[in-house]
């Protein structure tokens, strides 16, 4: 069984600054990509930003600059530093991991997080 545990959501004022963490843990064999995806009401789930083991990191056009992706492969930890955030920041931001597991090495599955509530509002 694998989980992906997020947290660092919250209320922040325009220009502000947010860090969100998403530790992943379980029956973990390899972690291929790790990511976060954003949903605000009524619209569909976004790519926020992607990182790749290995890989070039990945951003939506609206948060480059802005936002930052890292990860701690030792903790099976991704975490996305976002400064300058604006209104249209605001949605559920949800960590998402491309992995295998113990019982099927060979075969990457895509796992999502609970969600964090992220809210940019004076």
């Known amino acids: 069984q694998v989980r992906l545990v997020e947290s660092g959501g919250g209320l922040v004022q325009p220009g502000g600054s947010l860090r969100l963490s998403c530790a992943a843990s379980?029956?973990?064999?390899?972690?291929?990509?790790m990511g976060w995806y954003r949903q605000a009401p009524g619209k569909q789930r976004d790519m926020v930003a992607t990182?790749?083991?290995?890989?070039?990191?990945n951003y939506a056009d609206s948060v480059k600059g802005r936002f930052t992706i890292s990860r701690d492969n030792a903790k099976n930890t991704v975490y996305l530093q976002m400064n300058n955030l604006k209104p249209e920041d605001t949605a559920v931001y949800y960590c998402?991991?491309?992995?295998?597991?113990?019982?099927?090495?060979?075969?990457?599955?895509?796992?999502w997080g609970q969600g964090t509530q992220v809210t940019v509002s004076s």
């Open positions: 998402n991991a491309v992995l295998s597991t113990n019982n099927m090495p060979g075969y990457p599955r895509n796992y």
């Open positions: 379980g029956n973990i064999f390899s972690i291929h990509t």
């Open positions: 990182s790749p083991s290995g890989g070039n990191t």
